[in-house]
């Protein structure tokens, strides 16, 4: 079945570093999902990309969808402390299951003071 | 406006032990989805109901089911409990059922001794 990979697992940066996380899917996705998890906290959607090389900024957040629909980054520019969490893309699953969105395990972002 | 509210937000049990997990979605949305979060990995989809019907399941076995009342809240069941159920257990809700962007609760950390 579909699985959506993301790498690295773990970074540990120093503040004002720039910070990059990698989505690979092994399919065509019809859109991506980006999510933040704070430690100890929930999920919180952070953007949805729907076109073909779509890239679309939020600050200090740049998040772009590849051109084959089939990979995606997330790049954090001057990290700050805030921006600790787990970082997670997530995108629908082709099974035939139904609706169903299909999550990395995320990239684990360490910011040092 | 209230997010996603589940409850309870903690619970032991025992091997072999039912559950029964409660979540509201966010005032206007009727779809919600049901998530298992291992320690140090993604969410994996467990559920999605639209007007009380199911419209997605994941491989989970048949001890997890679930339904959705006329108030779009939403209960998830989990029968016979192993040890490998212990986890964090999200709920989303969204607008209209498919792939939309998901807003969780808080959710409820199960552990099985």
């Known amino acids: 079945g579909q699985q959506v990979m993301q790498i690295p697992q773990y970074q540990h940066v120093q503040e004002g570093e720039d910070f990059t996380t990698y989505c690979n899917s092994s399919t065509t996705l019809s859109n991506i999902q980006w999510y933040k998890q704070r430690p100890g906290g929930h999920p919180v959607f952070l953007i949805q990309l729907v076109k073909s090389g779509e890239v679309k900024k939020q600050k200090r957040l740049t998040f772009q969808f590849g051109e084959a629909k089939k990979n995606s980054s997330l790049h954090i520019t001057a990290t700050q402390t805030t921006d600790v969490g787990t970082y997670f893309c997530a995108g629908p699953s082709d099974s035939n299951s139904g609706y169903a969105l299909n999550f990395g395990k995320g990239t684990s972002l360490l910011v040092t003071p | 406006d209230a997010g996603v509210t589940q409850s309870p937000t903690h619970l032991i049990k025992t091997r072999g032990q039912h559950v029964t997990l409660r979540c509201s979605p966010i005032s206007g949305h009727k779809s919600v989805s049901w998530y298992q979060q291992v320690l140090g990995q993604g969410p994996q989809f467990i559920f999605q109901?639209?007007?009380?019907?199911?419209?997605g399941r994941g491989n989970f076995p048949d001890r997890f089911s679930a339904r959705q009342f006329p108030n779009y809240s939403s209960e998830l069941n989990v029968n016979a409990l192993l040890l490998g159920d212990s986890a964090l257990y999200l709920c989303?809700?969204?607008?209209?059922?498919?792939?939309?962007?998901?807003?969780f609760g808080d959710g409820t950390r199960l552990s099985i001794l």
């Open positions: 989303a809700s969204s607008l209209v059922a498919g792939t939309q962007p998901q807003h």
């Open positions: 109901y639209y007007e009380k019907e199911e419209r």
